[in-house]
């Protein structure tokens, strides 16, 4: 075989094992990534007028089939708080969120009270296995009532009137799936139909 056959031999072979080593991963569907995974990993948020904050964020994300083929249903819950969000599930195990979705988040707590609308800027993430990797941007809007003072000194339990809140928020935080009979989603009659999607 001369050489510029063997040379198109071989890459024909290549591209014959390209293609299988492509065929052989099978895309993910909704009912694989159904679960309760375990988050760690860092917020920053800035509001005007509050400070800018770094947070180290643990979070619950539970997964369950969307509402529509390829949707998951993501349920984020973190320090009392929780966020339903829809995201797109690519067939390597890419979740797309739609920019728009909102959260209404509540603060109830002895120095500040107030409330807050969390809108989806941008968001994305991956799924490997029983990893789950989450990066979610978002603009904050509303208003909160810090403690207030007297002659220089902290007083408990009084606030100072609302004042408005404008600002955003980044977070990233990924982790593994849990396993634990405990953690797994319960599935109603619509979730279940929803599984063969």
Known sequence: MARDGISTFLLGVAAVLVCSGRAVAAPVFPRDVVGTYRLHGTAHVAASPLP????????????????????VQVHLAAEGHACDLVARLGDDGALAFEDGQRCAVVIQSPDARGHFEARVLSGRGQLRGDHLELDLSCELTGAVSLGGKTLG?????????????????RAGAEGERDRSRAATPAAGVDADQRLAQ
């Open 153 to 169: 000194a902290d007083v408990p339990g009084i606030l100072v009137p609302e004042v408005p809140v404008r600002g955003d928020a």
């Open 52 to 71: 800018r904050r770094t947070i180290e964020l643990r979070a619950d994300a539970v997964l369950t089939p969307g509402p529509a083929p390829r949707r």
